[in-house]
T-cell receptor, first 111, second 112 residues
Framework: SQQGEEDPQALSIQEGENATMNCSYK?????LQWYRQNSGRGLVHLIL?????REKHSGRLRVTLDTSKKSSSLLITASRAADTASYFC???????????FGSGTQLTVLP | KAGVTQTPRYLIKTRGQQVTLSCSPI?????VSWYQQTPGQGLQFLFE???????NKGNFPGRFSGRQFSNSRSEMNVSTLELGDSALYLC???????????FGPGTRLTVT
């Protein structure tokens, strides 16, 4: 079963705007990862944040993690039409290697 | 390096049949995991193989099975197909000690 939920389920913005997606999870974790999926294809790893980290940046991506609230957010700055995709958070618990995915956010960036 | 490849990309089967899907990981990666993606249940973990041994298994019935060969290529098999098995099946490989998983393009299975 899925670890948690993401909101919003769908987000539509204009090119150049920022997009923020939120993820909540249920159990303690080792790390949390964000993936992108284009139109029912394979997933692409975007960024990983460990449980002892609070914020991480990678290019136009900024991810935060609040373990007390069991939540994470992904911010994409200056969005582009090519960012249109589904975004999933995935958690890793303890020493397990499996990913437990959230429900995903469908992002549409309008040119 | 070549990415993760999955074959076939699309498959149509009839209820009651069985199917075998194949995954070739990135060269040097010994860990291969399988996930099922459906609109209703989302992305769910099926199992993970490492050096020909199943290391972890998700909550799926015994109709779902897999194996890994000495060259790290993996296959998953679904027997007695049901309509609900229609899904995108994704394979991912991971390097030793790494946390990032690299996904293949998936196999779209339709059961009629």
């Amino acid at each position: 079963s899925q670890q948690g939920e993401e909101d919003p389920q769908a987000l539509s913005i204009q090119e150049g705007e920022n997009a923020t997606m939120n993820c909540s999870y249920k159990t303690s974790i080792n790390n949390l990862q964000w993936y992108r999926q284009n139109s029912g294809r394979g997933l692409v790893h975007l960024i990983l944040i460990r449980s002892n980290e609070r914020e991480k940046h990678s290019g136009r991506l900024r991810v935060t993690l609040d373990t007390s609230k069991k939540s994470s957010s992904l911010l994409i700055t200056a969005s582009r039409a090519a960012d249109t995709a589904s975004y999933f958070c995935a958690t890793v618990k303890g020493s397990a290697r499996q990913l437990t995915f959230g429900s995903g956010t469908q992002l549409t960036v309008l040119p | 390096k070549a990415g993760v490849t999955q074959t076939p990309r699309y498959l149509i089967k009839t209820r009651g049949q069985q199917v075998t899907l194949s995954c070739s990981p990135i060269s040097g990666h010994r860990s291969v995991s399988w996930y099922q993606q459906t609109p209703g249940q989302g992305l769910q973990f099926l199992f993970e193989y490492f050096s020909e041994t199943q290391r972890n298994k998700g909550n799926f019935p015994g109709r779902f099975s897999g194996r890994q060969f000495s060259n790290s290529r993996s296959e998953m098999n679904v027997s007695t197909l049901e309509l609900g098995d229609s899904a995108l099946y994704l394979c991912a490989s991971r390097g030793d000690g790494a946390t990032e998983q690299y996904f293949g393009p998936g196999t779209r299975l339709t059961v009629t």
